[in-house]
């Protein structure tokens, strides 16, 4: 049963072996990749994208995007809330002391017919 | 977890690197054109199998996930599950096609006599059910290792081992007439 088994095996590879080889035609290379590259150009990042790419690539190579992202949101955010909750009295309070500082740092007048 | 030779080809892939997808289309576009070639028998559904193989590639790169399947074998699956559709489409096509024979060169009287026993191993091989013509492709073809082939064909060893025994004494019953010659 063993020794039939294995005369089938050895046959079928003697009939497999006389079929010609297949060769890989170069219009059928080209048409794959044709396929490649309609398929990554819709992949391909959008300006707005590739910009923040590029800022990412500098700030934090090789980083992934979802970090720099993150961080980009968070300060946002932390920006965002100091504005809107930041009192209005402390506008004014801080207008007021800038107005004297800015007299402070007014050149003093001098008169230098006077001093002599 | 096993090696996988393609992981970091695939990688580069789904980032739409060109040179990558050459090197992938390289190492396994004469294979799967093989097998498609032998399941079909006709070179131009073979091709539009393989190219469509490659096709699921290019749209699935970029989600690949190593580890999960090995490369290899979920390529060869695709393929062959093209080559499946097809062959439900249109079942008489392997038959009609048998007589494409690729490019042979020597001398005219043994082309002859060789194109003659290609053919004829062709059509024993078409009369072959899908799976069982899949299975003694992938392990006398394409040199898999019977693990392999039984993960490409969704099957267990001993059901891919039925499958080549019951595949191997058919084509010898069919063929046996070229063992006088």
Not at chain 1, 48 to 63: I, N, S, T
Not at chain 1, 72 to 90: K, W, Y
Request: glycine share 6%; proline share 5%.
């Amino acid at each position: 049963m063993i020794e039939n088994r294995k005369q089938e095996a050895r046959f079928a590879d003697e009939a497999l072996g006389l079929l010609p080889s297949v060769a890989v035609p170069s219009a059928l290379e080209a048409r794959i990749l044709a396929d490649f590259d309609r398929i990554a150009a819709r992949h391909a990042p959008g300006r707005l994208r590739r910009l923040f790419l590029r800022w990412r690539d500098d700030l934090w190579p090789g980083a992934p995007l979802w970090k720099p992202a993150s961080v980009l949101a968070l300060s946002l955010a932390i920006g965002v809330m100091a504005g809107v909750l930041m009192p209005m009295s402390d506008l004014a309070a801080s207008t007021s002391s800038e107005q004297q500082y800015a007299a402070g740092d007014a050149p003093p007048v001098v008169n230098m017919a006077g001093d002599l | 977890m096993k090696f996988d030779p393609d992981t970091e080809l695939v990688a580069r892939v789904g980032k739409g690197d060109r040179v990558a997808a050459q090197a992938l289309m390289a190492r396994h576009l004469p294979g799967m054109l093989r097998l498609a070639r032998r399941m079909l028998a006709s070179q131009a559904e073979a091709e539009d199998c393989v190219q469509d193989a490659f096709l699921k590639v290019w749209t699935h790169a970029r989600r690949w996930k190593p580890g999960q399947a090995k490369f290899e074998t979920w390529l060869y699956r695709v393929t062959l599950n093209q080559c499946y559709d097809r062959l439900r489409k249109k079942p008489a096509l392997g038959l009609e096609a048998a007589a494409e024979v690729a490019d042979l060169a020597p001398a005219a009287d043994v082309v002859l006599e060789k194109v003659g026993l290609a053919e004829e191993v062709q059509n024993a091989l078409g009369t072959l059910p899908e799976r069982q013509r899949a299975a003694i492709l992938l392990c006398h073809y394409q040199e898999h290792g019977n693990i392999e082939a039984a993960e490409i064909l969704g099957v267990s060893v001993e059901a891919l081992e039925s499958l080549l025994a019951r595949a191997r004494r058919t084509l010898r019953m069919k063929l046996s007439h070229l063992r006088s010659r």
